[in-house]
């Protein structure tokens, strides 16, 4: 069992950064995959970003390469993404998520856990 919770999320502008931290519970978190997706109103989760268990394998969307990095530190059981350059249709709740195999899913399904969600809101 792993549990998720994220936090950093606000209100910037178009061009601003933010920093999403995701902070993970269970001894066997360096086993995990880890995603961060978003969802807007309306609008199917979308996958961003994963990265692999040790940290040396990452997928992005491709609207986001060269803008977002996600990162992971195991002694601290936590995984971030930052974002840069962030525009205004990035608005959305971002989740965290975990999952106990080797490869990068991209798919919500493939990730059985979930955090609450953190809101992003990048003003014009």
């Known amino acids: 069992q792993v549990r998720l919770v994220e936090s950093g999320g606000g209100l910037v502008q178009a061009g601003d950064s933010l920093r999403l931290s995701c902070a993970a519970s269970g001894r066997t978190f360096i086993s995990y995959a880890m995603g961060w997706f978003r969802q807007a109103p309306g609008k199917e989760r979308e996958f961003v970003a994963t990265i692999n268990w040790s940290g040396g394998s990452t997928t992005y969307v491709n609207s986001v390469k060269g803008r977002f990095t996600i990162s992971r530190d195991n002694a601290k059981n936590m995984v971030y993404l930052q974002m840069n350059s962030l525009k205004p249709e990035e608005t959305a709740v971002y989740y965290c998520?975990?999952?106990?195999?080797?490869?990068?899913?991209?798919?919500?399904?493939?990730?059985?856990?979930w955090g609450q969600g953190t809101q992003v809101t990048v003003s014009a």
């Open positions: 998520a975990a999952a106990a195999i080797a490869v990068l899913p991209t798919e919500p399904g493939e990730y059985p856990y």
